[in-house]
Each structure stands twice: as structure tokens, then as C-alpha cells.
């Protein structure tokens, strides 16, 4: 009766952790996620103010630009991007481009994360 009992109580806990361990589980896809639609939605909003050639010396329009441009990582820079395009309307065209294609590269990233993470 008492190796029952031990058994039991053996088996509530397991269930009680794993349950826990889902939750935390759950919690940090969700957070991983909101981390990277966050990161493209400011490229994406950057890539809108360029091209609606925003007032630069406004501080939140040059806060967003400034994020972007970090959150680009490089690999999507309006300067040095997978693509530059030249001629007339060139800044606006390489950040559409380019940090269109990151924000897309952000929610991939994010969603693939959100898959392996989330149980």
C-alpha cells in the first residue's frame, strides 16, 4: 500500500512538472516570436517612412529608421544590401527592397523558432 502511494505521488510530480515545463515552454515561443515580428515590423515601418520620405529630424520617425538599421543586421542594410539599385528614387527603392526582405527574413526566423521552442 505505501509503495502505491510512493508511486503515485511519484507520477502527480512528473505530470505537475511536465505541465510546468509546457507552460515555460509556451511562454518563451511566444516571447521569441513577439521579439522578431517586433523587429519586423520596424523594418517594415522604416521601409514605409523612407519611401513616404518622412521628416528624418523628427525624433520617432529617426528612432524607427534607427532601429531599422540595426535590426537590418546587415545582411538587409538600405546601403550595402543584397540588392542596390541605382538612378532615380534609389534610397527608396533599396529600403522596400531590402528591409522588405529582412522583415520577411524576421518573421521566417521567428516562426521557425516559435516551431522548435513551442511544444
Partial sequence: MKRRAEV???STKMATAKAAST?????????????????????????????LDANQ???LVKFVLDM???LDLGIFSRQ?????FTGKNAETKNALFNWGLGAIAWLVVGRILDRIVRP
Fill in 57 to 59: 529630424s523628427n525624433s
Fill in 8 to 10: 503515485e505521488t511519484t
Fill in 68 to 70: 531599422a538599421d540595426k
Fill in 80 to 84: 550595402n544590401g543584397i540588392k542596390e
Fill in 23 to 51: 507552460k515555460i515552454r509556451v511562454q518563451v515561443a511566444r516571447a521569441l516570436w513577439l521579439v522578431c515580428a517586433l523587429a519586423a515590423l520596424f523594418l517594415a515601418v522604416g521601409a514605409l517612412l523612407v519611401a
